[in-house]
Antibody, heavy 119, light 107 residues
Framework: EEQLVESGGGLVQPGGSLRLSCAASGFSFSTYWMTWVRQAPGKGLEWVANIKQDGSEMYYVDSVKGRFTISRDNAKKSLYLQMNSLRAEDTAVYYC????????????WGQGSLVIVSS | DIQMTQSPSSVSASVGDRVTITCRASQGISSWLAWYQQKPGKAPKLLIYAASSLQRGVPSRFSGSGSGTDFTLTISSLQPEDFATYYCQQANSFPFTFGPGTKVDIK
């Protein structure tokens, strides 16, 4: 069974850092683009970052460029999101997600990890 | 960035009703569009990809159509488990943006 399990969320002060992890199982992790998508409380969805199968290409939404870093370890079947200089507006549920094999939609989602940025 | 809009923002419907949700892109995206369903406290679920392809395991009462800038999601006969929020998403160019969502609730 396919699974994506996020961890690392929590409460952090503005300006602080947090690292989210996502453990994948049940599918060939190294053959998929992987993604982080977030959802602020009561709001819609925002595609945050993408990483290619071999980690050679990464893309970020403008609002997190220079502050967030997406990475992966195919040997450990794990995806990461390093978040620095966090702001209140980064408060959201962060979903680890697997891109579709045929296009840039999300074929499979994790359960989400809540990040709260507050003093 | 490509902007996505949806209408209506909410719809009240009864079990058995036909429901249609519209999504519009600010520029042409060919058929690079997906539809998701999200229930409270849960992750979204992919329903339709490539504008009209039904994701495996999704009931056939869901269908998608359109290309270019205008798209629709149709639920042919609304079931109790379909009350949720629906999002469209363009998959044409990064950043892959979502529509603001359409909430389908019980009339």
């Amino acid at each position: 069974e396919e699974q994506l399990v996020e961890s690392g969320g929590g409460l952090v002060q503005p300006g602080g850092s947090l690292r989210l992890s996502c453990a994948a199982s049940g599918f060939s992790f190294s053959t998929y683009w992987m993604t982080w998508v977030r959802q602020a409380p009561g709001k819609g969805l925002e595609w945050v970052a993408n990483i290619k199968q071999d980690g050679s290409e990464m893309y970020y939404v403008d609002s997190v460029k220079g502050r967030f870093t997406i990475s992966r370890d195919n040997a450990k079947k794990s995806l990461y999101l390093q978040m620095n200089s966090l702001r209140a507006e980064d408060t959201a549920v962060y979903y680890c997600a697997r891109r579709g094999a045929s296009g840039s939609w999300v074929g499979y989602w994790g359960q989400g990890s809540l990040v709260i940025v507050s003093s | 960035d490509i902007q996505m809009t949806q209408s209506p923002s909410s719809v009240s419907a009864s079990v058995g009703d036909r429901v249609t949700i519209t999504c519009r892109a600010s520029q042409g995206i060919s058929s690079w569009l997906a539809w998701y369903q999200q229930k409270p406290g849960k992750a979204p679920k992919l329903l339709i990809y490539a504008a009209s392809s039904l994701q495996r395991g999704v009931p056939s009462r869901f269908s998608g159509s359109g290309s270019g800038t205008d798209f629709t999601l149709t639920i042919s006969s609304l079931q109790p488990e379909d009350f949720a929020t629906y999002y469209c998403q363009q998959a044409n160019s990064f950043p892959f943006t979502f529509g603001p969502g359409t909430k389908v609730d019980i009339k």
